[in-house]
Nanobody, 116 residues
Framework: QVQLVESGGGLVQAGGSLRLSCAAS????????MGWYRQAPGKQRELVAT???????NYVHSVKGRFTISRDNAQNTLSLQMNNLKPEDTAVYYC??????????WGQGTQVTVSS
């Protein structure tokens, strides 16, 4: 089992920045890829960014150049630095971890609201 706890969401004006964090605990040695997903009202959950244990990253096109995903394997934390935020970035952001046997774990989510 893996437990994930997000923090760092909030309300920010367009053009501002926020940093999300996710603390992992439990069977952390089994975790391979970690990532951030988001779900806006009335929309499906979508991938924002992922990072492998080795540090390879992948971003959805809409956040490239604005968001940076990072991971500290020693501290068992995942972060998402979000700059130049836009109203369309408003969503609940979820931390995700893929563990052994392709098991997916999710955090409880943290709200990010960007006002125009």
């Amino acid at each position: 089992q893996v437990q994930l706890v997000e923090s760092g969401g909030g309300l920010v004006q367009a053009g501002g920045s926020l940093r999300l964090s996710c603390a992992a605990s439990g069977s952390i040695s089994s975790i391979s890829t970690m990532g951030w997903y988001r779900q806006a009202p009335g929309k499906q959950r979508e991938l924002v960014a992922t990072i492998t244990r080795g540090g390879n990253t992948n971003y959805v096109h809409s956040v490239k150049g604005r968001f940076t995903i990072s991971r500290d394997n020693a501290q068992n934390t995942l972060s998402l630095q979000m700059n130049n935020l836009k109203p369309e970035d408003t969503a609940v952001y979820y931390c995700n971890a893929v563990a052994a046997a392709w098991l997916n774990y999710w955090g409880q989510g943290t709200q990010v609201t960007v006002s125009s």
